[in-house]
């Protein structure tokens, strides 16, 4: 069964600082994995995604994310956060691109606070 | 191109009462699925359409059901509502053959924020 380990509930950072969210994951062949932003009352938005190739993925706004296959990792990166970056981030991982037969199954998520 | 909107966005209903929430996927899209998110937890997988029929399920009991139409719109129907069916439930599409997305992510919709009372 597949399943995705966020570690931090909560993370505070202030606005210009980098920021790492950390997202393990366990599944049984090549996942495909994805990282989803949700701000207050809305739905996800797909910031990036994996599927093979080059490890080090870009996404929008400015993330970036890393497949680590020895360590089963897929980290979030970004260089200077935004306040407007202030939101709940979930790390997902699937058998197929938009889920397949089981779905996608998410993390629990991380709240990222930002600091002024 | 218009995204994946979905109706409505709140509901409240009583306990054993049943509730439908409706979908409309995004241009282009063929296959849906839902997810229900707890509040305070990431979204679980309900099941999946793709050709008006259900091909992929997670752990979720029969009295939720849905349909997809020849348009690719989709309801979610559940029965029998326990106080623990409140959640925002969101739906999702995506394209690709056989149903499995080879090549397109899932873009989702805003939710419907049912509340069981």
């Known amino acids: 069964a597949q399943s995705v380990t966020q570690p931090d509930i909560h993370i505070t950072v202030s606005e210009g600082a980098s920021l790492e969210l950390r997202c393990n994951y366990s599944y049984g062949a090549t996942p495909y994995l994805f990282w989803y932003v949700q701000s207050p009352g809305q739905g996800l938005q797909l910031l990036l995604k994996?599927?093979?190739?080059?490890?080090l993925v870009q996404g929008i706004k400015g993330f970036e994310a890393e497949f680590k296959r020895s360590q089963s990792s897929f980290n979030l990166r970004k260089p200077s956060v935004h306040w407007s970056d202030a939101a709940e981030y979930f790390c997902a991982v699937g058998a197929r691109p938009g889920g397949g037969a089981d779905g996608l199954t998410f993390g629990k998520g991380t709240h990222l606070i930002i600091q002024p | 191109e218009t995204g994946v909107t979905q109706s409505p966005t709140h509901l409240i209903k009583t306990r054993g009462q049943q509730v439908t929430l409706r979908c409309s996927s995004q241009s282009g899209h063929n296959t849906v699925s839902w997810y229900q998110q707890a509040l305070g937890q990431g979204p679980q997988f309900i099941f999946q359409y793709y050709r008006e029929e259900e091909n992929g399920r997670g752990n979720f009991p029969p009295r939720f059901s849905g349909l997809q139409f020849p348009n690719y719109s989709s309801e979610l129907n559940v029965n029998a509502l326990e106080l623990d069916d409140s959640a925002l439930y969101l739906c999702?599409?995506?394209?690709?053959?056989?149903?499995?997305?080879?090549?397109?992510?899932?873009?989702f919709g805003n939710g419907t924020r049912l509340t069981v009372t």
């Open positions: 999702a599409s995506s394209s690709g053959t056989g149903g499995f997305s080879y090549n397109s992510p899932l873009h």
């Open positions: 994996y599927f093979s190739g080059d490890t």
